[in-house]
């Protein structure tokens, strides 16, 4: 009988002692939902008291999960301009998809659209900015329409002002100006009126015509005999 009691009790302690609780991390609010939400956004951001930014899109989300540096969301487009010392504009920027981390690099995404302040205008679907090191990159293709050029390639890389960069595995076209074209053309034209000019035809041998021999007329005679 107390064989049968202490194996029981040993059987209960063993059965508690293997029960395991498995818990997790507490899941907030702020981990999942933006602590600030804006609609409609058209503003201003000013760097160390100067107004240097306007962005303009439809819906801005701030996240700051566990109270780490917050990042910023723009999922359904951006519109920003950058303005320089005198409050011109010196950098267009637009993309599908907008994403600021750590407030210091742009993670833009979808159709990107960047003009300088050449007038140069870049394309692509990806393109990163440091704001720290003051540079632009990305690892995809990338189309650089200029005046007087186009260029092609990946794995872009430029200074922050888009104006001294350098593309990999590049190919470009490079319109030619109106002077080579009409010499060009001057060329091609003189080669084609060389080129169609028919040999003058060939004129038919003349005949000689035969010689004839003088005749004489004898009045005494019937006949005219010829020498």
Known sequence: MRAAILFFVLCCLLACGGEVEHTAEA??????LPFMHSTGV????????????????????IYSPNNQV???????GLLM???????????YV???TAYLHHQRT??????????????????????????TNHEMWNHQFMRIITPERELEGTEFRSNEQMTNYSVSNSAGAFPVSDTQTNDAADDGEALQSDSTLAPEPMKPAKTPAPKTQPIKFNPHSSTQTSE
Do not use: C, P
């Not at 899941?27 to 999942?32: H, K, L, M």
């Not at 930014?53 to 439809?58: F, K, P």
């Not at 917050?70 to 359904?76: G, I, L």
């Open 70 to 76: 917050a990042t910023w969301k723009f999922r359904k």
């Open 42 to 61: 058209n503003t201003l951001i000013s760097d160390s008291g100067v107004m240097r930014y306007r962005l303009v899109a439809e819906e801005w989300d």
């Open 94 to 96: 637009q993309a599908d």
């Open 27 to 32: 899941v907030y609010d702020a981990d999942s």
């Open 81 to 91: 301009e950058r303005f320089d010392e005198n409050f011109h504009i010196d950098l």
């Open 106 to 131: 742009w993670e833009l995404r979808g159709r990107v659209v960047v003009r300088n302040v050449k007038d140069d205008v870049f394309l692509t679907e990806e393109l990163f900015w440091d704001m």
